[in-house]
């Protein structure tokens, strides 16, 4: 895998990446709609609608479609609904994915730089990556409410590369879906997607990246130690 050489940090995408969230916002969905007193979705149509934030995947819950526009009025109201319910499901069920720790612990050890760069709102990111015990690991977490825009637009890859204190080209975003690779491809990034996420909106293997991977494990084994280990030496994990 020649386009990981040079890489200086890993930027992770967060649900169906690093942590199964499905179950728990299938969970928060369903006990919207019946506050809504609208019917029930089933849990893989959910599943299909993850990845692009809390406003598309409500648009897409109100209207069972993947490109769907709810009514402004009856969108405000669910988004309510649909956070209350939510930050009581967060983390309840969620499992982080085979691979993941390996493959963080590895790239601590290599030297590399980690961030989590997601559309989930920033406190929620915040309190599953703490429940999960992944945070002590990352530099920071980039909510999707972070910054003006969200992926698939490049600015918060970028701001993350920026505050890394590394260049674009630089950095690697491992994701699982279309949204990751288009910010990817925007901001010049090299990108690798896991098989196993979210990516109901486009096959992924379809989609423009540099390679799809079985775990994140393989693919910190699949970076150039040598390259790394002379540029960084060995950074121990955060604690705090």
Do not use: W
């Amino acid at each position: 895998m020649q386009f990981l050489s040079g890489v200086r940090a890993i930027l992770f995408d967060l649900d169906g990446t690093l942590v199964d969230t499905a179950p728990d916002i299938a969970a928060a969905v369903g006990a919207t709609l019946q506050a809504l007193e609208r019917p029930p979705l089933d849990d893989d149509a959910v599943r299909s609608y993850i990845g692009r934030g809390v406003d598309v995947l409500l648009h897409r819950v109100l209207t069972g479609a993947l490109d769907g526009n709810a009514a402004p009025d009856a969108h405000r109201h669910a988004r309510g609904v649909f956070l209350g319910h939510y930050e009581t499901h967060n983390g309840r069920t969620a499992k982080i994915y085979p691979g993941v720790l390996e493959g963080i612990e590895h790239a601590r050890r290599l030297g590399l730089l980690l961030c989590c760069v997601t559309n989930k709102p920033q406190a929620f990111s915040d309190a599953l990556l703490a429940q999960v015990g992944l945070d002590r690991y990352l530099e920071f977490v980039l909510g999707g409410d972070a910054l003006p825009k969200g992926k698939p637009d490049p600015t918060p890859l970028l701001h993350a590369a920026a505050r890394l204190g590394v260049e674009p080209q630089e950095c690697l975003m491992v994701g699982d879906s279309s949204n990751d690779a288009l910010a990817a491809r925007a901001a010049g990034m090299p990108v690798v997607l896991v098989g196993y996420g979210y990516s109901g909106d486009q096959p992924i293997d379809t989609i423009d990246c540099d390679a799809i991977v079985a775990s994140i494990a393989d693919v910190v084994a699949a970076l150039d130690v040598t390259d790394v280990m002379s540029t960084f030496g060995n950074t121990p994990p955060r604690t705090g």
